[in-house]
Structure formats: structure tokens, C-alpha cells
């Protein structure tokens, strides 16, 4: 029985989410004896409780070949999630409802832990309401936080713009740092885990290169430590180099980012982690510094995406499809790590139930005694994943990234979905 | 007769200064007849008057080679500008003296507008002192405003940088744009005139793509055209990215960075425009939104510098020591546009005594009526200075950048020379 496949993008979006949507759409239209057409979510899950969907077999193969060098999501994603199955059935049935008008038998959620969630749990209502659909899940994120696979599509490629953002920034300090500027702080993602702080170390490979410090979520700030230790840099090196996590925080669990000034009306002040780090080396120590935050740029940045980021995108997108194909159900394809040098990985898989709302922070043996920088062991972990380039197409000096037509799906149904 | 030549670095670094060292090492090198060594100022300027000199003899071709695609200053630059030749006979003085030690007849200097106001008065100094050094100005800054020449070595790269980062991010925004940001700030370098940011305008063609709005120093900030602007931009497209230049500013040349809260003891808020326009934009319109601060990433980004840039920053260096060696004196290279499109350039020159201490705002016309986006004669500008990739070699995933060995040459002269 040929039925159609439904793929929706989910949370904050990577520069290779869309390549995991390339394999999943070329994929199927390889299999078009299994697979009808693929419908897309417009803006996630959303696209589908408003039965708003999008017909990819209108657009071209080029135009899908692509994703795989398109940064954002391409579809349009969301930050929504799901209630419990019990607060909200209404959302769970309407799903199946837009499914059933929609003859979509395959269900590709692609996104972090919050989706695999409401993969795993629409898996099981459209059992239970007599339509089966056959769920899978495939990794996204940033964040590298998602358990049971080795690493996440996503993260590779923001630890590689972080690596090589930092050594560039350095070099630059660096020949300031006689007049000049002294200290630089790169400001990145990760609220609740180290993974791209640590990724940061990359960029240095001793001591006495840059990055001098890390800030992880995962070690409570220390501000004497961390002010003898920038002072005592400084006096060695004329400069340094700090990355912190926009999720560094304080031994109470307040965010550094929160710990800043007030305004007049008692608000606190805008601004990151960054920001107060500088503040505090400016009055503590009196330093010229200048600060960076890498925000979307770090998670858009496909220009410097690492080729090994993009495969491993591409391959969970395909092989959710083939699994699918297979007769699995509620599963997530992983990344499974076989050797580090020279690095080898294959695809594995894992229950969705295993990887639901489950969150994978830095391990403390990946960070150094004194909680600044990272071990040999993190680094044999993460120097792998930034392997390769994999540059986009260019004209006129500008990435040729796609733009698809989008073209909405005919609505079968008479009756709206109102999302809060 | 022989001698040896000088080179330095001075103010801001740049993706492609090292280009231009690489230009004029590799030319003196070939010029062995005329040029003995070229001896580079550790740390700029400062290195020639404290006799600090560094002697790029010692570094094998492929060292030199490689600065070619290594960002930042290899030697070391400085924020050093020389006082008025009437304030500080001392010094000029020194420099002459330093280069009679060393038997030094070139002065090449690698800078902005400042440092060819130095390399000028070196040359009528050198001349009234009996020791006539020839002294060539190397064109750099990310800023594009320098005079008489039609672009700048170092903006080509940062502009690039500018444009593909804002592509990418409004990609990643307008995915997100549904439920979550809808308003991405980029602040970017450029305090007194607009060339940055209106690099960010080639991000997009038309009214409806990205960069929406872009807030040059040029144009007085008008707050309620501006959040008219933002509002409208939301309401037709879900989403609106704003390309902020640092040095944007209210009509009494207040800079907006300096216009926002204070903290409990009066002190200006830490953090640049992009936080000011952020708070505005949430407090007046309550829109979510991200933004991010390019700083140095911006201009040390030499994993995506334009092909063109890399080749004119080479060549400006290579034709300065050409020039000195057909007798020319106080003069600097200069890029000249033949052609828009196909993009044709020539290196011409121009007197020092021209360039020195003028700027070159972004003309009016480049900026559209209302004030927020780039002319297409802008455009047209623009377009050629990004075009072209030339990628660093990658090992193991990160840029093989040079690091040189930097020898220290032997001091001649028993008298040191303090630096304030």
C-alpha cells in the first residue's frame, strides 16, 4: 500500500537541517513504488494541526538538491510543543485527522528532544485511534545535548565555525594586544550544556593559545579564579581569549547573563553573559576588550559548515526514510561512533521512548581540573566532527542557497485548528 | 646601492593585511639586487622606534607564502599615531635614527589614513635629516574610507563576511519567525561612515528580502520612522533583519550605543547598538528578538575573504615596492576601477600628502531616499569587491594559518626609547 510522508521541521533551526530534509525527500522519490508524495509541515508541526501543508513534489530535483547546502529551515519550523497526551488529545487527534485526510502513513519529525517526544506519542494515539502511522524521529540540533547517538546533526558544523572564529579572532587580538586590546570574549550558544564552548577549544592546542578560558553551563563561575586566571594570562601573554557560553552561571544557578546591572526601573540589562564578563574585567582589571556574539550566525553559518556535519545530516534523513521502509516504527537513527582516528561512523538506531526529554550534558572528564578549558579526551571526541569543508556554490561572490515554491497542499478538511 | 627595507603594520588588522606583507616580502625577495632584507616593526611603528625590528630573512618562502591567506598581523600592528612633526621632533628623529642603524632605505607602512600622514612626514624628515629613506604607503582598512582610492584592501572580505552572514541568518529568522524571532539585529564595524553596513545590503535584491532596514552613521536615527519600519516589515513579512552600523547616531551625533540606560551608579550601559535597538524594538513593538555582534569575527574572517581582496591587498604591496624601485617616493598604491561589470581594476597611485587624514563617507546617493537601504549605484559598487573565493588550506578540519618565527634582529644602537 503506497501511502504519503509527512516531514516537519522542529525548534531552532541548524545550517543542516535542510540537508537531513534533502534525504529525506530524495529518498523517497526514489521509492516512489512505497512512498507517495512528501508533505511538509509549514512552520513545523504547526503546518500540519492547521492543515497547512506543502507540496515538495512540485519542486525540481535541483531545487531539493539544494537543501543540502541551504542554511535555516526551508519549510519554516517551530518552537511549539505538544501538551501531555492527557491535557490535550484534541492536538493528538487532529494530527491524525490531517494524516487520515491526507492519506500520510510515514510521519519524519526532525528536531531535538522535545519532538522526539511527540513523535514517539503520535506513534502511539494513531494505534490507539485506529489510523497507524509509522513515526520516526531524526536528530537536530545545535546543542549536541540529545542522548543515545554519538553526536547530533548540527553540532558539527557550529563547533567548526566556533573553532575556527576563535583562532581567527585571536590572531587578530593577538597583534593588537601591545596598544590595544587585551582581552577578546566570543559569546556562544549552549544554555544548558558545554558542547559549543567546548568546541571552542579546538582553535588551540596548549596553554598558551587561544582559547586562554572557557566558560561552561556545566562549572559554577568562579569570579576570583577567573580573574586571577585572566590577569595572570594577560601578564604571559599580552592577551586573552575567552569563550563563554551564554549559559555560563553562578554556584546559585543564576546565569551570569542575569547577574548584570539594572536599568533605573530595576529591569535587568539586555545583553549576554558577554557583556557582564567584559564589565567585569574592565573594573577589575582594567583592560581594553572587545566581545563578539556569534547568536544565528553561529547556527546559519553554512558557508563553514564541516562536510562530515552535512553527511551525517544528509544520512539520518535518508536512513529514517529506509528504516521506515523496513517496517521500524518509533525510532531515531543515531550516529554511531566506530573509530576516532581515523574516524569512522555508521548509522544505528534507538527507541524514541529512549530519547524523549532526556538531555546530554558536557561530562565533567571532558573539562580540565581547574574547570577552564577542555581535556585531550574532548577533544579526541570533538575534533573529528569538524572534519572536511563542504562549501556551497557561489555567484557573484554570494552563496547560491534555494528558495522553493512552496506550493501549499488543497485543504481536505472544513473544520480550523486554533494555535495559542 | 643596496639597503634594506622597513615594513609595518599599523591600526586595525584585517583578513588580507598579511597579503599585503606577503606582496611586498615576496617582491623584495625577487628584487635581491635592490632590497637586501626586509625588516618588519614588532608591533608596528612601536618596533621601529624601540628597535625591536623582526628579520623576515629568516622565514622560509613557504612561511611567507602562507600570509597570503593568515588573517590578523603577523608582526604585530599597533594603535600608535606619531604626533605632529613640530610636537615631537624626538621621535621622527628616532626613526631616522633606527633606519640609519640598520641601514634601512625603504619604509613601507601598511595602515589607514593616519599611518599615511606618518609615512609622509618620515619621507620630508628623512630628507631635511641627511638620511632620504624612500617611504611608500600600503592601502588598509575595513573601513573603505580612504581617499583616491576607489575601494580599500580589507573592506572586500569584511563585506563579504557581512553580506553571506546576513543571508544566512535571515534564513535561519524567517524559519523561526512563526513563533518564536521576529526581529535579528546584526551590528556591524564602521563608526563614522557606512560601508560595512551597506555590505549588508547585498544580502538581498529587493524590499521584501533581507536586510530590511540598515542604520548607517550617515543618517540621523528618526525613532518612529524607524519603528514605523520595523512594525510594517513584521506585518508584511513575519520578520524583519536590521543591519546596524556601531557607529549609528541621533541627529545631535549622540552615538545610539551611548544612548541607553544607565546602571544604578550612572555609568552607560555596556553593550553596542544592537542591544539599544533591541530594547526599543521589544519595549515599542514587543517584538522577540535576537541579534548579533560581528566584531572582530568580522574582520579577521579570512576563511571567507573575497578572491579580489585577497589579490588587491597582495598587489598593493607588490606595487609598492615596485614603485619605490623606479624612484618613486611618498606615494601609496591605489586601486582603480576600469569597469563595473565584468569587474576590471588597475593599482595607480596617488601622493601621500592627498590621502593623509581624509575620510570618504558613504556618498548620499548610495543611500536610498528613506534612509534604510543601498541604491542600486551602490550595488553596483559594491558587487565586484565581494566576488571570488580563496579559501585557507585545512588540516584536520581548521585553517592551516602561518605562525612565523619572528627573529628578533640584533640591536645597533645603545639608546632606548620609551613609549607612553
Known amino acids: 500500500m503506497k501511502q504519503n510522508a509527512f516531514y516537519a521541521q522542529s525548534g531552532g533551526v541548524t545550517s543542516v537541517i535542510n540537508a537531513s530534509a534533502c534525504g529525506v525527500i530524495e529518498t523517497a522519490r526514489k521509492r516512489r513504488d512505497r512512498i507517495g508524495k512528501v508533505l511538509a509541515g509549514r512552520n513545523g508541526i504547526i503546518g500540519a ?11 525540481p530535483a535541483s531545487a531539493i538538491a539544494a ?7 526551508a519549510f519554516g519550523s517551530a518552537r511549539y510543543k505538544l501538551r501531555k497526551i492527557e491535557d490535550s488529545t484534541a492536538e493528538y487527534e487532529r494530527l491524525i485527522e490531517v494524516f487520515r485526510a491526507h492519506d500520510i502513513g510515514y510521519f519524519f519529525y526532525n528536531g531535538g528532544g522535545d519532538s522526539m517526544d511527540t513523535a514517539h506519542k503520535v506513534s502511539s494515539i494513531g494505534r490507539r485511534l485506529g489510523y497507524p502511522v509509522t513515526c520516526m524521529g531524526i536528530p537536530k540540533t545545535v546543542d549536541n545535548d540529545l542522548p543515545a547517538t554519538d553526536n547530533c546533526p548540527g553540532f558539527g558544523s557550529v563547533a567548526k565555525y566556533i573553532a575556527v572564529s576563535t583562532m581567527e579572532a585571536a590572531l587578530d587580538v593577538e597583534s593588537m594586544a601591545r596598544t590595544s586590546t587585551k582581552v577578546f570574549i566570543l559569546e556562544v550558544m549552549g544554555r544548558h550544556a558545554g558542547w559549543i564552548a567546548a568546541a571552542g577549544g579546538l582553535a588551540g592546542s596548549g596553554p598558551s593559545q587561544a582559547p586562554h578560558l572557557i566558560l561552561f553551563p556545566e ?18 601573554n599580552e592577551y586573552c581569549v575567552i569563550v563563554a557560553s551564554e549559559g555560563a552561571r553562578l554556584a546559585d544557578g543564576t546565569f551570569l547573563a542575569d547577574s548584570g546591572t539594572r536599568d533605573a526601573f530595576g529591569h535587568a540589562q539586555l545583553g549576554g553573559v558577554a557583556s557582564v564578563i567584559a564589565n567585569l574585567v574592565r573594573s577589575e582589571l582594567g583592560y581594553k576588550y572587545h566581545y563578539a556574539i556569534a547568536d544565528y550566525l553561529q547556527r546559519s553559518a553554512r558557508h563553514i559548515s564541516a562536510a562530515v556535519d552535512v553527511e551525517q545530516a544528509y544520512a539520518v534523513g535518508r536512513k529514517a526514510v529506509e528504516f521506515a521502509l523496513e517496517g521500524e516504527n518509533a525510532i531515531m537513527p543515531t550516529i554511531v561512533r566506530e573509530a576516532d582516528e581515523p574516524y569512522r561512523w555508521t548509522i544505528g538506531k534507538v527507541a524514541l521512548g529512549r ?33 572536511g569543508e563542504d562549501y556551497p556554490p557561489y555567484k557573484d561572490g554570494l552563496p547560491c542557497y534555494a528558495t ?13 485548528f486554533v494555535i495559542d
Open 49 to 59: 494541526l492547521t492543515e497547512d501543508l506543502i507540496d515538495t513534489s512540485a519542486e
Open 404 to 416: 522553493l515554491r512552496n506550493e501549499p497542499v488543497a485543504r481536505r478538511l472544513d473544520t480550523a
Open 219 to 236: 562549572i559554577p563561575f568562579d569570579r576570583s579564579a577567573f580573574l586571577a586566571r585572566v590577569s595572570d594570562c594577560v601578564a604571559r
Open 67 to 73: 537543501l543540502r547546502h541551504t542554511p535555516g529551515g
Open 355 to 387: 530519547v524523549a526529554n532526556r538531555e546530554k550534558k558536557l561530562p565533567r572528564h571532558y573539562i580540565s581540573a581547574d574547570g577552564f578549558s577542555i581535556t585531550g579526551r574532548c577533544r579526541r571526541y570533538l575534533a573529528p566532527l569538524v572534519q
